[in-house]
C-alpha cells in the first residue's frame, strides 16, 4: 500500500501541536490564510521549529498581490526564504509566475537556489497557469521537489480528474500535493479518484478533528500497482 502523507496548514503554534498530536506528518506554517496566506512571522516559525518533531515546511509570500514577480517583489521573496531556510524551515513554498500565465523560470530557479538544501513546493500559482502539463516539466526541470495544487479547480474535489492526470504525468518525478477544501469526510474519495498520495489540508486547531483527517486518509490507501 502507499502511505498516505497529510501536510496540515496550520497558522499557529497550538494548530501545529494539535496537528502533530492527531497524527499529521508534516506541517505548512502560513498566516492570514484569509488571503491566501502569507509568510509568518520568524517568531512563530523559530517555535514550531523549535517545539516541533515533525518538518515544517513555511509559505514564503510576502504580499498578497500577483504572483507575477517585478525586480524588487522577487528580490523581497528571497530575502524572506533566505531568512526562513535559516530559521530552520524544512521546506520552503514558493513560487512565480510571468505575465502570461507560465511558470517564471528564472524567478522559480532563484527560489530554489535561494532555499537550498531545503526543498521547495510550488504553492497554488499553479492553479492559475494557462498549460500545466507544460507548467509541471518546467518545475521538474527546474529541481521543484512537489506542487501544491487543486488541479485548477475551486477545489480538490472538483479537480479530481485534472490531479490524476497530474500524478500521472509526474510519473515519480514530482510530488503532486492535493489542496483545497479536503476535510474528512471528503478525503477518501479524492485519494481514490485522483491517485495522489500526498494532501494538504487546512486542519482545526484541535488533535481529534486532525486524528479524523488521518484516519480517513489512512482508510482510503492506493494499492502499490495502480
Known amino acids: 500500500m502507499s502511505r498516505i502523507l497529510v501536510e496540515a496548514c496550520v497558522d499557529t503554534l497550538a494548530g501545529a501541536r494539535a496537528a502533530e498530536a492527531g497524527g499529521a506528518n508534516r506541517i505548512e506554517l502560513c498566516v492570514s490564510l484569509e488571503v491566501g496566506g502569507l509568510t509568518p512571522p520568524a517568531e512563530l516559525i523559530t517555535d514550531c521549529v523549535t517545539a516541533l518533531s515533525l518538518p515544517v515546511f513555511v509559505l514564503v509570500r510576502p ?34 509566475l510571468t505575465a502570461v500565465g507560465a511558470v517564471d523560470a528564472a524567478a522559480t530557479a532563484a527560489i530554489v537556489a535561494a532555499a537550498r538544501p531545503a526543498p521547495v513546493t510550488f504553492h497554488r500559482a499553479f492553479d492559475a497557469v494557462a498549460d500545466q502539463p507544460a507548467a509541471l516539466e518546467a518545475l521538474v526541470d527546474l529541481g521543484v521537489a512537489r506542487i501544491l495544487t487543486s ?62 483527517l488521518v484516519q480517513a486518509a489512512a482508510a482510503s490507501e492506493l494499492p502499490t500497482e495502480r
Not at 500577483?66 to 525586480?71: A, L, T
Not at 524572506?80 to 521546506?91: I, K, N, S, T
Open 63 to 96: 504580499d498578497a498581490r500577483s504572483f507575477v514577480m517585478r525586480e524588487a517583489s522577487l528580490a523581497a521573496l528571497l530575502e524572506e526564504v533566505r531568512r526562513v531556510a535559516a530559521l530552520g524551515a524544512a521546506g520552503v513554498v514558493a513560487g512565480a
Open 151 to 212: 488541479g485548477g479547480a475551486a477545489t480538490a474535489a472538483e479537480g479530481a480528474d485534472r490531479l490524476r492526470g497530474l500524478v500521472d504525468l509526474a510519473d515519480g518525478r514530482i510530488g503532486i500535493l492535493a489542496g483545497g477544501s479536503i476535510r474528512a469526510h471528503n478525503v477518501g474519495a479524492l485519494i481514490r479518484r485522483a491517485g495522489v498520495t500526498e494532501i494538504h489540508s487546512r486542519t482545526p486547531a484541535d488533535a481529534a478533528g486532525v486524528r479524523a
